[in-house]
């Protein structure tokens, strides 16, 4: 039988899970229904506490206290297509405290005409805050966010974004 490993964190937008595989860092979920329906996903696998997990949860408390502005565990993009890896990847040099449009997104990945098609990979992201979803926003206006528009505003807040 497999086994990944979680550690969690209590925040203001509730229990932050992070998830790690042999491979590397997988997985964020946040409140304990999502994480127990992703556990029920994964088919059997068995949850143990502890392992690389813990250290993405430490980063990311120290993240949302404000003394933290680039993560320094690895994510491994084990699931997604090649253009979501594409687009995480490129995401993850966006830096602290900066935005980027959708649009201005598909064009770092080279595909000008994908900004539709960047925002639903956003909507799957499996790493969210540590891969920074929360920094790209619609060029009018906030834009969406899988996890809420109040997370999204409070992450910007953490990292000075005016918005």
Not at 46 to 52: T, Y
Not at 61 to 72: A, N, P, Q
Not at 120 to 149: D, E, K, Q, T
Request: glycine content about 12%; aromatic content about 8%.
């Amino acid at each position: 039988m497999s086994h990944v490993n979680y550690s969690s964190t209590e925040s203001e937008f509730g229990t932050i899970y992070v998830v790690s595989s042999p491979k590397g860092i997988s997985r964020i979920v946040i409140g304990k229904n999502a994480f127990l329906d992703f556990l029920h996903s994964t088919n059997g696998t068995r949850a143990i506490e502890g392992g690389d997990a813990e250290k993405l949860t430490d980063e990311i408390e120290l993240y949302l206290k404000g003394k933290l502005s680039e993560f320094r565990t690895e994510v491994n993009f084990q699931y997604g297509t090649e253009f979501q890896k594409a687009v995480w990847k490129k995401l993850l040099e966006v830096p602290y405290g900066k935005v980027v449009t959708y649009r201005e997104l598909a064009e770092l990945i080279g595909k000008p005409n994908a900004a539709r098609a960047v925002g639903n990979a956003l909507s799957v992201n499996p790493v969210p805050i540590v891969v920074p979803c929360h920094r790209v926003l619609a060029s009018g206006g906030i834009g969406g966010y899988g996890l809420g528009l109040d997370m999204k505003r409070g992450l910007l807040r953490i990292e000075g974004v005016p918005i």
